[in-house]
């Protein structure tokens, strides 16, 4: 069975075609412009398959609630074109078949615990750490939806005592994203961090606050693998002193190894790379397939 | 059907007997002292009826992980004699019947979400706030329980600027429970709670605290309803404090009316009052009745 996905990006839209076990056949990439072009360009590659479903792990915030009139819709986003726009809608106008929709991470923490780092656990937490920060998890098997798609980048963290940099995020100002997100290393410390790989400060500083908001989840969500991505995450010394800081603020309170000698097993890197969020929009399209039955083909 | 239910409580065990509606038709409370004490008065208590099925919410840190070998055993705790001690095994050979274990918030949450103020949602969160802090939580229909239970009660919170209170958690000062539970209350301002009702010092304070913790589950978890219950939320007064505490911190970056002026719907006191932990024991003994069936008898 072919199945399409769609990683739907503030930069760019991935898309692909594959099948139920994550096998990836083709992948395109567009740029993300406006929403009749960029939607033009997936619809015209979808149409060269016999698909049975889609399933689109969307960047947000956007509508995840099924119930909800304004379901699989952007929401708000600075990218004023995409304010209110129906993906969902036009792609099951365009293509009549059952559509899946989610957010881009939750997408990644389903690749992730169906055939990544979390596979054969029912439970994984996906964080990205970039040009933003957040994050989706799978619970028992199910994403983690509920009034509204989580928003764990905004978390509030308390600050390094050597930081005096007043943070980016235009609604929290220092939340965790207006403190560690990719922009605020860069405007920070004047450089973006590539070029601050050997400033031991900068990194100290950064796993203090991912740490921190790393203990909220376990803490509020104890999954069951965390899973780290984005660009930020490729700066693997970050791995160890994250380590530190967590096992230091959780303080042995929580007695389970994940948390002191096998942290390094619990605390890793994505298993499928920079894949995890399409084949996560894969398995959205699959399970929607089996979720609608009245609009298979 | 007739089931049995225990909210085992660290001061107190409360033991019901009612049906599948949460109809409660007999409760009594046994004092907690030792396990052989307790637990015996328990299993005479139920050894009346003639019971389907068995529930327990169990205060913890307790194992909730049906995979492990310690599952339904008491942990770590300061009260030593139950330190280790299995709940549901004495249950289990007591009774040979099928019996539900999970933590005695996790029960709170699943009797709002079934009978009481999250009734016909499918997701909500159960905080107590009282000698401790914790909370429990159905999402998409299901107990929140992966690597271990949440202790959302230890969350970090950024201190009030007027606050020189050190904290009383035993592992991380002033972590949510160290400033904001009821001991933290009364060593901080030198007498209990309920006789600081006309300071509203007092519970400007509680309130700021409360809120970034309810901000921090708001955005990790979203559940469609929060729930406070516990001695401290009897101070009927904090609501209102923390509804414009929570609206501040999030400044409108979840535009759900959920949040902003439909708030006081949102976060309530249990529809249950009292007999939200109890009434969610027998649900977790109507649920072992239905997935066990091999010990049904």
Redesign the interface.
């Known amino acids: 069975m072919l199945y399409g996905g769609i990683e739907a990006g503030g930069t760019k839209f991935v898309c692909a075609v594959g099948n139920e076990n994550g096998q990836i056949f083709e992948r395109v990439t567009f740029p993300t412009t406006t929403p009749e072009e960029t939607m033009g360009k997936v619809i015209e590659f979808f149409n060269q398959f016999n698909l049975m479903a889609i399933g689109v792990g969307s960047f947000g915030?956007c509508d995840v609630n099924i119930e909800s009139v304004s379901y699989g819709r952007i929401?708000?986003t600075p990218k004023l074109s995409w304010k209110g726009y129906p993906i969902l809608k036009k792609l099951e106008e365009s293509f009549n078949i059952p559509i899946g929709f989610s957010t881009d991470v939750n997408a990644a923490a389903l690749g992730e615990v169906t055939f990544g780092a979390a596979k054969g656990l029912n439970?994984c937490l996906y964080i990205t750490v970039g040009t933003g920060i957040g994050a989706g998890a799978v619970?028992?098997g199910?994403?983690?939806?509920?009034?509204?798609?989580?928003?764990?980048g905004?978390?509030?963290?308390?600050r390094h005592l050597n930081d005096t940099y007043p943070g980016k995020c235009p609604?929290?100002n220092d939340c965790l994203e207006g403190l560690a997100a990719g922009p605020a290393i860069e405007e920070r410390w004047g450089k973006p961090g590539v070029e601050l790989v050997n400033n031991s400060e900068v990194w100290e500083m950064e796993a203090y606050y991912l740490a921190?908001a790393l203990?909220?989840?376990?803490?509020?969500?104890?999954?069951?693998k965390i899973i780290l991505g984005g660009g930020v995450m490729k700066q693997k010394q970050l791995f160890p002193l994250i380590y530190r800081n967590v096992k230091k603020?959780?303080?042995?309170?929580?007695?389970?190894p994940?948390l002191s000698n096998e942290i390094e097993k619990y605390i890793v890197s994505p298993g499928l790379g920079e894949l995890a969020g399409i084949t996560g929009a894969l398995i959205l399209g699959k399970e929607a397939y089996e979720t609608q039955p009245e609009k298979q083909k």
């Open positions: 915030p929401t708000s439970s619970l028992e199910k994403l983690l939806q509920g009034l509204s798609h989580p928003e764990m905004h978390v509030t963290v308390r609604y929290h921190q203990v909220h989840y376990i803490l509020i969500l104890s999954p069951k603020m959780l303080n042995k309170y929580i007695e389970l994940e």
